[in-house]
């Protein structure tokens, strides 16, 4: 039976394999080699990064007693409302944390299904979609522009499920079923507002473009779903909007929110040329591939471009609006450049359908320049490993990084290399699949115990400091307030206690993002924020030092500006000053101190 061609419209060796038991099983073991790569890429965690935000909320809904005197998590939005709400029945039953991990397996599989069908749908095969799954993570591991992934910090995120439900939406609409692909697009509007906004854009293109014309009737009904879901989110941030109080001028929340904050996400000038060009290179090549199959009529290919070409006509936009000049703080919020996966997504997966099943090129020069590519990849790897990774400059810092995850790296080339050989014929197949299966049981098993298997790209907690917030929580009243250190982010998710502010935690809306600025400017005596150091995680390291570098006396006055009890340092305070240290770590190098007790025994002193 002949391979689908751009030649050959009919899809019918595609629906014959997927029908019959053979098929099912190659299907299956496909999906879980794709898998396998994202989980060796993305690994899973919980309790890092934004999980340190997104928690919290739950946490406060599960115990009420917690967090009473937590400014931002009473006075700002709280924006994910479903995932906050999932979150709080299992942290009732004490669950969260397997069931994340299940929902996270399951989020990923998802996705590798909906990918798999979407090249098919295109004319493609197995091969072409595990092709296209490598030239994905081959662009800069799977990161579109602003750093965003389908699979983002390797955890079970709002944003990720919101990712995969469109993606599943985008091939249904492909497919030409409207229907299912409202609901797949009014489900993602649910999970995240971000892709509240953009499916109701997504539809609007459509109906205007009259991509399908199934009836008037399950168009609007489609539109009306997908708004009213969009709804859940939409109102509450408005309603914010409209009852924060004065936004601050938009030049400072360009300053604060998107240079200081967020630059990785939000300020496209400071993206690094590679990223673009991880994310342009499989985009002409497409475009070229896409032309014959329309020509021949291909539905599929037609709706698939203009699929692409509306989410390509969102960067421009972000571009000129909310990158190199800025005209409204929703233009920024809406983060355009989250949705530029799809196109990236979909490049590769039109740029492996040319090699695989177009018959442009030949299946032999198309195998040997699959895995030449690996094997390149792998040597390449094996090169930069080893330069001296304390060497100054890009090179020593690659090596630096190889060798941080050199085993998360082989597994991911070791799934590259049976990517390519898949397929190849005879008694190869069953050996590729069982090896693949027995390497993916490895992984999740990795995942299951804890040893979050994954590039060590996220920031580890310092164990010490985990430690202290413990010691916190087991400690102290539940209603205390710390002043902590603001470059930290782990305080309020270990510790259930109310902190004073910190830098990840900036509010999402210009009128909330006053009180944020000024509680930093008071603890970091630094009137202009904009001084810090950039990227990120140099801005850390800057807040980290101005605060370990102010005086005794500036703390403890802040703290009781803002009603904290407790201050946590780095460093021992002097002893003439009223706060008693309490809790220390063996390593010395965090100390607690508490105002109160200080305060109670000067009381009892006094005659």
């Given at each position: 039976?002949?391979?689908p ?6 899809s ?17 073991f ?7 790569l994202?989980l ?7 309790g890092?990064s934004?999980h ?12 009420p007693?917690?967090?009473?005197h ?9 924006y ?14 004490g ?23 979407i090249v ?6 197995v ?25 983002q910090?390797g ?11 469109m993606?599943?939406?985008?091939l249904?609409?492909?497919a ?6 409202a ?17 109701l854009?997504?539809?609007?293109y ?8 199934p009836g ?6 489609g539109?009306?779903g ?23 001028p ?7 929110y ?7 996400h939000y ?6 040329i590679a ?6 290179w499989p ?27 509306f ?18 703080e929703?233009l920024?919020?809406?983060?355009v450049w ?23 090129i ?7 320049t ?10 390449l790897?094996?090169?930069i ?7 100054p ?9 190889v060798?941080?995850?050199?085993f ?12 390519a ?7 190869w197949?069953?050996g ?14 990795f ?8 590039l ?26 710390f ?11 270990e510790a259930?206690r109310?902190i ?5 935690g900036i509010?999402?809306?210009?009128a909330e ?13 630094m ?7 950039e ?7 800057g807040?980290?030092?101005?605060y370990e ?13 803002y ?11 002097g002893?003439?000053?009223d706060?008693q240290l309490?809790?220390?770590m ?7 101190y508490?105002?109160?007790a200080a305060k ?8």
């Amino acid at each position: 039976m002949p391979e689908p061609t751009a030649l050959n419209a009919s899809s019918a060796p595609i629906h014959v394999m997927e029908s019959s038991c053979a098929g099912r099983w190659r299907m299956i073991f496909a999906i879980l080699l794709g898998s396998a790569l994202t989980l060796c890429l993305r690994g899973y965690q919980f309790g890092l990064s934004n999980h340190t935000l997104y928690l919290l909320e739950a946490m406060k809904k599960t115990w009420p007693e917690l967090f009473h005197h937590d400014w931002y998590l009473n006075n700002t939005l709280q924006y994910h409302i479903i995932f906050t709400q999932i979150t709080h029945w299992f942290m009732k039953l004490g669950w969260e944390k397997p069931a994340f991990l299940i929902f996270y397996l399951l989020v990923l599989f998802l996705f590798h299904l909906a990918w798999l069908k979407i090249v098919f749908q295109l004319g493609g095969s197995v091969r072409a979609y595990l092709l296209s799954v490598v030239l994905f993570y081959f662009s800069a591991g799977g990161t579109g522009l602003g750093s965003f992934q389908f699979i983002q910090d390797g955890a079970f995120l709002p944003s990720n499920v919101a990712n995969v439900v469109m993606l599943w939406g985008i091939l249904f609409l492909i497919a030409g079923r409207i229907g299912w692909a409202a609901v797949a697009l009014a489900l993602a509007a649910i999970w995240h507002i971000n892709h509240a906004v953009i499916a109701l854009l997504l539809w609007g293109y459509l109906f205007v473009l009259g991509l399908r014309r199934p009836g008037i009737r399950k168009l609007i009904l489609g539109g009306i779903g997908i708004g009213l879901c969009s709804l859940v989110n939409l109102i509450p941030a408005f309603y914010a909007k409209l009852h924060a109080g004065a936004p601050v001028p938009l030049e400072q929340f360009v300053q604060l929110y998107v240079k200081l904050r967020h630059p990785h996400h939000y300020a496209p000038l400071s993206w690094p040329i590679a990223l673009w060009i991880s994310f342009l290179w499989p985009v002409v090549p497409a475009g070229w591939i896409a032309v014959r199959p329309i020509r021949l009529g291909r539905r599929e290919w037609v709706t698939a471009t203009q699929i692409a070409c509306f989410f390509l006509l969102l960067l421009p936009i972000g571009l000129i609006g909310a990158g190199i000049w800025f005209f409204s703080e929703t233009l920024v919020q809406i983060v355009v450049w989250r949705f530029s996966i799809y196109i990236q997504l979909l490049a590769c997966g039109a740029v492996a359908y040319l090699l695989c099943d177009s018959g442009v090129i030949g299946k032999t020069i198309s195998r040997a320049t699959t895995i030449a590519v690996v094997v390149a990849a792998g040597l390449l790897m094996l090169i930069i490993a080893r330069n001296d990774p304390h060497a100054p400059g890009q090179l020593a810092r690659a090596a630096q990084f190889v060798r941080e995850n050199l085993f998360p790296l082989s597994m991911f080339m070791a799934f590259c290399a049976l990517a390519a050989l898949y397929d190849i014929g005879g008694r190869w197949n069953a050996g590729i699949n069982l090896s693949a299966s027995i390497i993916l049981v490895v992984v999740i098993s990795f995942a299951w115990s804890g040893d979050a298997l994954g590039l060590n790209i996220l920031p580890k907690d310092d164990p010490d400091y985990i430690a202290l917030c413990h010691w916190a929580r087991d400690h102290t009243p539940v209603d205390a307030v710390f002043l902590v250190p603001p470059s930290e982010q782990a305080f309020r998710l270990e510790a259930r206690r109310a902190i004073v502010i910190n830098f990840k935690g900036i509010p999402q809306m210009s009128a909330e993002m006053a009180t944020w600025r000024d509680r930093l400017r008071d603890i970091l005596q630094m009137p202009d924020l904009m001084q810090l150091p950039e990227p990120f995680d140099r801005t850390l390291q800057g807040i980290d030092q101005r605060y370990e570098s102010r005086g005794d006396d500036h703390l403890i006055d802040v703290a009781r500006k803002y009603g904290a009890r407790y201050i946590i340092v780095a460093h021992r305070m002097g002893s003439a000053h009223d706060g008693q240290l309490i809790h220390t770590m063996q390593s010395d190098r965090y100390f607690l101190y508490d105002l109160d007790a200080a305060k109670r025994q000067a009381d009892q002193a006094r005659p």
